[in-house]
């Protein structure tokens, strides 16, 4: 099994997770990416400081604002925006990013290896939990 799905698997294990982008627009990712970690009982915050709340939860404009330590980022952002949480999510000590489609390019994979996450990225966290249904 190659790394990348072996990540796959231990972040499908862990519980904790953001959604970087996350949005109440029900037609966008963000949110159905959102909804289908909660649906399968993750404990899901979204990071989007355009939000106060989706659907009564709070949304959070930084990694620093969530009250706990998520064990992983779903970014569902553009590629110039994801970069810009390596930072915050390397002093917060999490390990784990998962790139949706087009939140990513060969600048963003490079930089994230070579800052020591844990990557997954040509897949998507919303379709893998639909086929888990």
């Known amino acids: ?3 990348m799905n072996v990540y796959k698997e231990e972040m499908l294990n862990k519980k904790v997770w953001v959604v ?6 029900e037609e966008k990712f963000g949110y159905k990416i959102w909804e ?6 993750y404990e899901t915050y979204g990071v989007n400081p355009k939000y106060d709340e989706i659907k009564g939860n709070k949304v959070y404009s930084s990694l620093k604002d ?3 330590k998520p064990d992983v980022i779903d ?8 970069t810009t949480f390596f930072e915050e999510a390397k002093e917060l000590g999490i390990e784990y990013l998962w790139f ?3 939140t990513f390019d060969e600048d963003v994979i490079k930089k994230a290896e070579e800052m020591g996450f844990k990557i997954l ?6 379709a893998t939990l639909k086929g888990r249904e």
């Not at 289908?36 to 009982?41: D, G």
């Open 66 to 68: 969530i009250p706990v």
């Open 100 to 102: 949706q489609p087009g």
């Open 75 to 82: 970014f569902v952002v553009p590629p110039k925006v994801t």
């Open 20 to 25: 970087v982008g996350a949005t109440p627009n």
């Open 36 to 41: 289908i970690l909660k649906k399968h009982n």
């Open 121 to 126: 990225y040509h897949d998507c966290v919303l």
């Open 1 to 3: 099994m190659d790394k």
